[in-house]
């Protein structure tokens, strides 16, 4: 028999478990009181101690704020704080280690935003407080970790999720603070420290909010150095991380590059790749609904967020009621002149035939000009000389399919729309969009067999059904949040549990006899 349980049911599994040996050996006078509980907890804990005692203190004075000038000594801080962690620290202590890095960054989202806004120039300032609201809201703690037990007979074993150690996170310029946050609830949940490499372009951002962190798991009385990173991030930097003996696990938000340098270290890695997230629309769909979710997901943070809406598959018999309703609810439509100057300076033509940016395809005529990537749309219709009396969230315009704006992961708010003859062209084109990635898919659809053939075809790791993208991750739907979406290596979205090793404890008939 195999059940889920948790610590709390623990001891009432080992009673049974007594209970039964007993009457097996038919010893009627034996009784429970005779065996030492707690050692019997000890040994199915694999040597993890749970007593009020165990729970260590660190000054909240001291200095170290988890940021090195050296790759090498920020590993060494974080193995050390491990060490100790692991040692001295229960489930509940990391439950309160958790609650108080959720409690400090809802009370300085506001200004961890603008922060994050400043120094990256990507996206929109209340859309990084939101997703930090989100982050510190719906990450996973310890109720992510489940133990499972199996009884009878023969005796008791326990499957418990253990900690890896030391983890190395790449983090991406898209959500840098927010992934740095996301990583290490989850981590610390599952009992690891972490060491990070920032991108670049968030650096000063990301070293305060880590100094942040550990201040705050120090003054709830954790070990300082759980969380680290390095001050100036580099590519020498990320190597060592990659290569480091007592890097015991990677974790890498990016593209398929750095998804693929991960794979090579030989260790225990987790990538979370790129995407380029198609929706369709169909002719039984609610089409105002589906024109308002688009728009929410597609504007959202100026569509950097991976998981966005990219393109438009819409059957043509509803497609001029979804342009219609778009253009009422944020979008502006361009025409071909104006397509033509946004192509002139947000694209940049592929002479050199290099790979950039999300893929590793040299042979694509476009990559997308970094210097536009996450901007407002309003910075768009000001550079071709534009003016509007309304509200501008999201540019449209009708493509075909081989269009650069329908192929590349484009991350400006910018959205084309490909007209269709029916549901089944719509997705042979948008499977072929998605390049594989088995990243995010949305369909806009009131026919459960259409639903059906979509999600079955596309094979993404996140697949929204009548609404934005925004819902594939917790916002506006239910179930938990992630900044990393493990597509490529399979965990789908990361939580505690993702960071953890099973261990299998057992205690045979044969080792514990009551006499």
Same mark, same amino acid.
């Given at each position: 028999?195999?059940?889920?349980?948790?610590?709390?049911?623990?001891?009432?599994?080992?009673?049974?478990?007594?209970?039964?040996?007993?009457?097996?050996?038919?010893?009627?006078?034996?009784?429970?009181?005779?065996?030492?509980?707690?050692?019997?907890?000890?040994?199915?804990?694999?040597?993890?101690?749970?007593?009020?005692?165990?729970?260590?203190?660190?000054?909240?004075?001291?200095?170290?704020?988890?940021?090195?000038?050296?790759?090498?000594?920020?590993?060494?801080?974080?193995?050390?704080?491990?060490?100790?962690?692991?040692?001295?620290?229960?489930?509940?202590?990391?439950?309160?280690?958790?609650?108080?890095?959720?409690?400090?960054?809802?009370?300085?989202?506001?200004?961890?935003?603008?922060?994050?806004?400043?120094?990256?120039?990507?996206?929109?300032?209340?859309?990084?407080?939101?997703?930090?609201?989100?982050?510190?809201?719906?990450?996973?703690?310890?109720?992510?970790?489940?133990?499972? =037990?199996?009884?009878?007979? %023969?005796? #008791?074993? !326990?499957? *418990?999720?253990?900690? /890896?150690? $030391?983890?190395?996170?790449?983090?991406?310029?898209?959500?840098?603070?927010?992934?740095?946050?996301?990583?290490?609830?989850?981590?610390?949940?599952?009992?690891?420290?972490?060491?990070?490499?920032?991108?670049?372009?968030?650096?000063?951002?990301?070293?305060?909010?880590?100094?942040?962190?550990?201040?705050?798991?120090?003054?709830?009385?954790?070990?300082?150095?759980?969380?680290?990173?390095?001050?100036?991030?580099?590519?020498?930097?990320?190597?060592?991380?990659?290569?480091?003996?007592?890097?015991?696990?990677?974790?890498?938000?990016?593209?398929?590059?750095?998804?693929?340098?991960?794979?090579?270290?030989?260790?225990?890695?987790?990538?979370?790749?790129?995407?380029?997230?198609?929706?369709?629309?169909?002719?039984?769909?609610?089409?105002?609904?589906?024109?308002?979710?688009?728009?929410?997901? =597609?504007?959202?943070?100026? %569509?950097? #967020?991976? !998981?966005? *809406?990219?393109?438009? /598959?819409? $059957?043509?018999?509803?497609?001029?009621?979804?342009?219609?309703?778009?253009?009422?609810?944020?979008?502006?439509?361009?025409?071909?002149?104006?397509?033509?100057?946004?192509?002139?300076?947000?694209?940049?033509?592929?002479?050199?035939?290099?790979?950039?940016?999300?893929?590793?395809?040299?042979?694509?005529?476009?990559?997308?000009?970094?210097?536009?990537?996450?901007?407002?749309?309003?910075?768009?219709?000001?550079?071709?000389?534009?003016?509007?009396?309304?509200?501008?969230?999201?540019?449209?315009?009708?493509?075909?399919?081989?269009?650069?704006?329908?192929?590349?992961?484009?991350?400006?708010?910018?959205?084309?729309?490909?007209?269709?003859?029916?549901?089944?062209?719509?997705?042979?084109?948008?499977?072929?969009?998605?390049?594989?990635?088995?990243?995010?898919?949305?369909?806009?659809?009131?026919?459960?067999?259409?639903?059906?053939?979509?999600?079955?075809?596309?094979?993404?790791?996140?697949? $929204?059904?009548?609404?934005?993208?925004?819902?594939?991750?917790?916002?506006?739907?239910?179930?938990?949040?992630?900044?990393?979406?493990?597509?490529?290596?399979?965990?789908?979205?990361?939580?505690?549990?993702?960071?953890?090793?099973?261990?299998?404890?057992?205690?045979?008939?044969?080792?514990?006899?009551?006499?």
């Amino acid at each position: 028999m195999k059940v889920n349980i948790t610590e709390m049911d623990l001891q009432r599994i080992v009673e049974q478990v007594i209970e039964n040996i007993s009457k097996t050996e038919n010893t009627k006078e034996a009784k429970i009181s005779d065996v030492n509980i707690e050692t019997l907890k000890e040994i199915n804990m694999a040597g993890s101690k749970i007593s009020a005692e165990s729970t260590a203190y660190t000054s909240p004075t001291d200095s170290i704020t988890g940021v090195f000038e050296d790759m090498g000594q920020a590993i060494e801080a974080a193995d050390k704080a491990q060490k100790n962690f692991a040692k001295n620290y229960n489930v509940q202590d990391r439950e309160r280690i958790i609650k108080a890095i959720r409690e400090v960054v809802l009370d300085n989202k506001e200004s961890l935003g603008r922060m994050v806004y400043e120094e990256t120039k990507l996206g929109r300032y209340e859309h990084k407080v939101a997703k930090l609201e989100l982050t510190a809201t719906k990450t996973p703690g310890t109720e992510d970790l489940t133990t499972e =037990a199996f009884s009878g007979d %023969n005796g #008791l074993t !326990i499957v *418990e999720q253990g900690p /890896f150690g $030391v983890i190395g996170a790449v983090t991406p310029v898209t959500n840098p603070i927010e992934t740095i946050i996301c990583n290490s609830i989850g981590m610390i949940a599952a009992g690891n420290s972490v060491v990070f490499n920032v991108h670049p372009s968030s650096k000063k951002s990301c070293a305060n909010v880590v100094e942040l962190l550990n201040k705050t798991v120090s003054k709830a009385g954790g070990p300082t150095n759980l969380i680290n990173m390095v001050k100036d991030p580099t590519m020498d930097t990320l190597s060592l991380l990659t290569s480091h003996p007592k890097i015991r696990m990677l974790v890498g938000t990016g593209g398929p590059g750095l998804v693929k340098t991960l794979l090579q270290s030989g260790k225990k890695a987790i990538g979370a790749g790129a995407g380029n997230p198609p929706v369709i629309v169909d002719e039984t769909a609610d089409i105002e609904h589906a024109a308002k979710e688009i728009i929410k997901g =597609a504007s959202f943070d100026n %569509n950097i #967020l991976c !998981i966005a *809406e990219k393109e438009v /598959f819409v $059957v043509d018999k509803v497609a001029d009621d979804l342009i219609f309703h778009m253009l009422n609810n944020g979008a502006y439509m361009l025409s071909k002149k104006e397509l033509e100057m946004v192509m002139s300076f947000a694209l940049e033509e592929n002479v050199n035939s290099v790979a950039r940016g999300c893929s590793l395809d040299n042979k694509r005529e476009w990559h997308v000009a970094k210097e536009w990537v996450g901007k407002d749309a309003k910075l768009f219709l000001e550079k071709m000389g534009v003016t509007v009396d309304k509200k501008v969230e999201l540019l449209i315009f009708e493509a075909d399919f081989n269009h650069p704006f329908v192929q590349l992961e484009q991350m400006m708010p910018v959205m084309p729309i490909v007209r269709v003859k029916n549901v089944d062209e719509a997705i042979d084109l948008a499977v072929e969009a998605e390049h594989g990635n088995r990243h995010t898919a949305m369909m806009h659809s009131r026919n459960i067999d259409n639903l059906t053939k979509f999600a079955k075809a596309i094979g993404t790791t996140i697949f $929204v059904k009548n609404a934005s993208s925004l819902a594939g991750v917790g916002a506006d739907g239910e179930g938990y949040t992630t900044m990393s979406i493990a597509g490529p290596t399979g965990e789908g979205l990361t939580s505690a549990k993702n960071f953890t090793r099973k261990r299998r404890c057992v205690l045979a008939e044969g080792g514990f006899r009551i006499i």
